[in-house]
Each structure stands twice: as structure tokens, then as C-alpha cells.
């Protein structure tokens, strides 16, 4: 395959790692602070959304919109107060996941900068409230 064309998703190495990404990267959202409070006690179902999320994010099937329609992700941000501090606490939760994953250092920062510009302009509240 080219490889110029491969997607993150693939590069990753697929379904396995992203679902090892989820399961690493909650349980460190669930320790964090600023984060841990805005989530329901029941992570599975989050987890689970995520997973299908991030594998469409990445360039893999589109498995979310399959079974939630277009992602609008952040319009379904938008009952979650989310400010600068919670975005870099999510970023920040997840360079550790993929790093504690092992993946490779420059697919992980091509990764994070997708997702940094999502986690930014998911941000609907000012200040640290
Ligand atoms: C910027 C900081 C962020 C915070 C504080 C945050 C927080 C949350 C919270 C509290 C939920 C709802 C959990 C529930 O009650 O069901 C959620 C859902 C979700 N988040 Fe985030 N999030 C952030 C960024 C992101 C980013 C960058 C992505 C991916 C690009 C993302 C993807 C998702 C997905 C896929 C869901 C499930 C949506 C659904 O219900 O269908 N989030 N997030």
C-alpha cells in the first residue's frame, strides 16, 4: 500500500489500538481533577461511543455516524462545561495514554494535533468556572 496514503487509523495499526487507546485514556480521565467530574460513574457506554468515534476520527469506517448519525461533536458538547484548563486536561490525558500504548512518537503528535484543534473548539465556557 502507499504508504503516504495510509490513515491514521491504519497506522495505529487499526481496531486493536484504538480500543486500547480508550481503555487507557478513561481511567486517566476518571483520575483527573477537573476532568473526573463531568463524567457519569458508568464509563462503559462513553467508552464505547468513543471507540467509534476515534475510529471514524482517524479515517477508519465510519462506525459512529452508523449508529448516531453526523457527529455535530460539538453540539453534544455543548451541556459539558468546557473551558481551556478541562481541554488541556483532556489533551494532556490523552498524550499519556498514547504514549503509555506505545504509539510511535511522530504518528502520536500528527494524532494529538487533530484532536487539539477539536478540543479547542470544543471549548463554550470561559475562565476556570
Ligand atoms: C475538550 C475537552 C473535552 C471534555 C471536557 C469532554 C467531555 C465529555 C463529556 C463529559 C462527555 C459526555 C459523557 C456522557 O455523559 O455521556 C463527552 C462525550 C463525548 N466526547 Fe468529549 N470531551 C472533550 C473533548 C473531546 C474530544 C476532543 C473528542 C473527540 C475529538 C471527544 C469525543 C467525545 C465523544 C465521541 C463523546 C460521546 C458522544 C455521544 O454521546 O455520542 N471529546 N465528552
Same mark, same amino acid.
Not at 486500547?20 to 457519569?40: C, S
Not at 462506525?63 to 453526523?70: K, N
Not at 494535533?113 to 473548539?121: C, D, P, V
Given at each position: 500500500?502507499?504508504?503516504?496514503? &495510509?490513515? @491514521?487509523?491504519?497506522? #495505529?495499526? +487499526?481496531? /486493536? ?49 452508523? &449508529?448516531? @448519525?453526523?457527529?455535530? #461533536?460539538? +453540539?453534544? /458538547? ?52
Amino acid at each position: 500500500m502507499d504508504t503516504e496514503r &495510509q490513515t @491514521g487509523y491504519q497506522l #495505529m495499526g +487499526g481496531a /486493536h489500538t484504538v480500543r486500547r487507546l480508550v481503555e487507557v485514556f478513561y481511567p486517566k480521565v476518571q483520575a483527573d481533577p477537573l476532568l473526573a467530574p463531568l463524567f457519569p460513574t458508568d464509563i462503559e457506554p462513553v467508552m464505547e461511543k468513543q471507540y467509534l468515534f476515534l475510529t471514524q476520527f482517524f479515517g477508519g469506517p465510519n462506525l459512529y455516524s452508523e &449508529q448516531f @448519525g453526523h457527529p455535530m #461533536m460539538r +453540539g453534544r /458538547h455543548m451541556s459539558v462545561p468546557i473551558n481551556n484548563e478541562r481541554a488541556d486536561a483532556w489533551l494532556r490525558c490523552m498524550n499519556e495514554a498514547m504514549i503509555e500504548i506505545d504509539i510511535e512518537d511522530n504518528l502520536r503528535k500528527m494524532l494529538l494535533e487533530r484532536l487539539r484543534g477539536s478540543a479547542y473548539h470544543f471549548i463554550n465556557t470561559p475562565g476556570d468556572h
